[in-house]
């Protein structure tokens, strides 16, 4: 069982960067792999980044690689999303959320958080 909650959204101006923050509950952190994905208006939601449970594997969606960095603190339950020249198409509310394999969080995760709106301003 794992409770999440995202935090560091907000208003940045194209080019600009943010760090999305999610902190986890449970002392089996660690047993998790890591993902977070988003949602525009009127769009489906979509994936963006997942992290291993150690912390060693990440993978991106095509549309965000080379721009955002996914990582964790497994000493403080945290999960992080860098996200570096930002445009008006990132636009969204972010979510993270945690399954037991990174394959599962990328597609059907078990835990969401609440999500937090990134607005990128041309």
């Known amino acids: 069982q794992v409770s999440l909650v995202e935090s560091g959204g907000g208003l940045v101006q194209a080019g600009g960067s943010l760090r999305l923050s999610c902190a986890a509950s449970g002392r089996t952190f660690g047993s998790y792999a890591m993902g977070w994905f988003r949602q525009a208006p009127g769009k489906e939601r979509e994936f963006v980044a997942r992290?291993?449970?150690?912390?060693?594997?990440?993978y991106y969606a095509d549309s965000v690689k080379g721009r955002f960095t996914v990582s964790r603190d497994n000493a403080k339950n945290t999960v992080y999303l860098q996200m570096n020249s930002l445009n008006p198409e990132d636009t969204a509310i972010y979510y993270c959320a945690a399954d037991t394999s990174p394959a599962l969080v990328a597609r059907t995760p078990a835990y969401w958080g609440q999500g937090t709106q990134v607005t990128v301003s041309s």
């Open positions: 992290i291993s449970r150690s912390g060693g594997a990440t």
